[in-house]
């Protein structure tokens, strides 16, 4: 069965670049998601189609895919930004989601 | 505005069943594919079945096909996930989530708070 690894964590100091990497077979042959879900609540689509952003996420949230890892990157990251971050795909009928990262910013 | 609202989770013994329930609002229900997508304490997303807009093509995570069935009701703007044989590992936070396409395959926007499922003796 396809496979989308996350690192479990990444931390960054607030006003830096986040990058959260996710990593899969010919990802980049695949569109990309990216969720943001803070503790208590429900995930948030910031990334689809590898790079474009939904309305009402801020434009610091960026994402890329190609060869085998999607990227997301979150730049002048601010506090309010921390929370896990998933990123998903599909693969034939069937969706996958990345184990998860939990994005510190300290 | 678009709302999803799950119901229906509670607390079910080992091998019994429930029926969780997704009602939609705020948008042409049977225009979009819907999800369900679950979420057990302290994990990560695990997602659990598909179905299209028309209710042709249903999918199915391996862990939970021939056990769970998704379906929906267009007229009543309304999803729903019947779980049989429940076991214990699938104890989670069940959350619908839209998707963008009718026949499915697009990206989860947006996503309900969630209904719990406790699967215990």
């Known amino acids: 069965s396809y496979e989308l690894t996350q690192p479990p964590s990444v931390s960054v100091s607030p006003g830096q670049t986040a990058t959260i990497t996710c990593s899969g077979d010919?990802?980049?042959?695949?569109?990309a998601s990216w969720f943001q879900q803070k503790p208590g609540q429900s995930p948030v689509l910031v990334i689809y189609?590898?790079?474009k952003r939904p309305s009402g996420i801020p434009e610091r949230f960026s994402g890329s895919n190609s060869g085998n890892t999607a990227t997301l990157t979150i730049s002048g990251t601010q506090a309010m930004d921390e929370a896990d971050y998933y990123c998903?795909?599909?693969?034939?009928?069937?969706?996958?989601f990345g184990g998860g990262t939990k994005l510190t910013v300290l | 505005e678009v709302q999803l609202l799950e119901s229906g989770g509670g607390f079910v013994q080992p091998g019994g069943s429930l029926r969780l329930s997704c009602a939609a609002s705020?948008?042409?229900?049977?225009?979009?594919?819907m999800n369900w997508v679950r979420q057990a304490p302290g994990k990560g997303l695990e997602w659990v079945s598909s179905?299209?807009?028309?209710?042709?093509?249903?999918s199915y995570a391996d862990s939970v096909r021939g056990r769970f069935t998704i379906s929906r009701d267009n007229s009543k703007n309304t999803l729903y996930l019947q779980m049989n044989n429940l076991r214990a590992e699938d104890t989670a936070l069940y959350y619908c989530?839209?998707?963008?396409?009718?026949?499915?395959?697009?990206?989860?926007?947006?996503w309900g708070q969630g209904t719990l499922v406790t699967v215990s003796s």
């Open positions: 989530a839209r998707d963008n396409f009718p026949m499915g395959k697009g990206w989860f926007d947006p």
């Open positions: 705020g948008f042409t229900f049977n225009s979009h594919a």
């Open positions: 179905i299209s807009g028309s209710s042709g093509s249903t």
């Open positions: 010919r990802l980049g042959d695949k569109y």
């Open positions: 189609q590898d790079a």
């Open positions: 998903q795909a599909w693969d034939s009928s069937t969706a996958v």
